[in-house]
């Protein structure tokens, strides 16, 4: 069965530090894969996806993300936080289930960041 | 503005009482679903539909129902058979011509019990 793995629950980093979140898939066929975010009491706000081609996709606010085949993984990283990214992101897979688009997050990282 | 508007953002519910979750769309968007997110455990997925009038069971589905009447919205019945109701509802709506396709969430709404 298709799961997503977040090793990491809370992650704190300082202000203008880097930061990689990891994130782990299982799932048989080619993945479609996604980063969210989601501030409290917020939705989610798609950050970035990997569909196929380049394995290092950009998205919104700085972030970008390697897809591992091999490692089957999908980190997602930025180079310099701020302190506004302080927020729960969580890392997804697209699986097919009845004919239906279907996504499987995973537990999330709560990213706090100090000044 | 375009979007999916969930209402109300907070809702209590009293012993034994069925409540209602509203999610409209704009969109344009074929599919829509529901989600429920409890601390830690992620987002699961409660029913989700991929058009009118037809809608499916997701993880979760026990004590919930749900309507597709119209395109634009998909509310969501919270029902005294769901014993451990107290969590954050997200619900989210995608395409359906396009492979893959991405889903856009809404707001939220938290759901209590008194």
């Known amino acids: 069965a298709q799961s997503v793995t977040q090793p990491d629950i809370h992650i704190t980093v300082s202000e203008g530090a880097s930061l990689e979140l990891r994130c782990n898939y299982s799932?048989?066929?080619?993945?479609?894969l996604f980063w969210y975010v989601q501030s409290p009491g917020q939705g989610l706000q798609l950050l970035l996806k990997?569909?196929?081609?380049?394995?290092l996709v950009q998205g919104i606010k700085g972030f970008e993300a390697e897809f591992k085949r091999s490692q089957s993984s999908f980190n997602l990283r930025k180079p310099s936080v701020h302190w506004s990214d302080a927020a729960e992101y969580f890392c997804?897979?697209?699986?097919?289930?009845?004919?239906?688009?279907?996504?499987?997050f995973g537990t999330g990282t709560q990213l706090k960041v100090e000044l | 503005d375009g979007g999916i508007t969930q209402s109300p953002k907070y809702l209590f519910r009293k012993e034994g009482q069925n409540v209602t979750l509203s999610c409209e769309q704009n969109?344009?968007?074929?599919?829509m679903y529901w989600y429920r997110q409890d601390p830690g455990q992620g987002l699961r997925l409660i029913y989700y539909?991929?058009?009118?009038?037809?809608?499916q069971k997701g993880d979760i589905a026990e004590g919930y129902s749900v309507s597709r009447e119209k395109k634009e919205s998909f509310p969501l019945t919270v029902t005294s058979a769901q014993k451990n109701p107290t969590a954050f509802y997200l619900c989210?709506?995608?395409?359906?011509?396009?492979?893959?396709?991405?889903?856009?969430f809404g707001a939220g709404t938290r759901l209590s019990v008194l």
């Open positions: 989210a709506s995608s395409r359906e011509d396009q492979t893959p396709n991405i889903q856009y």
């Open positions: 799932y048989g066929a080619t993945p479609y």
């Open positions: 990997y569909f196929s081609g380049d394995t």
């Open positions: 997804a897979v697209r699986t097919l289930t009845g004919g239906g688009n279907k996504l499987t």
């Open positions: 969109l344009n968007h074929d599919a």
């Open positions: 539909s991929q058009i009118v009038n037809d809608f």
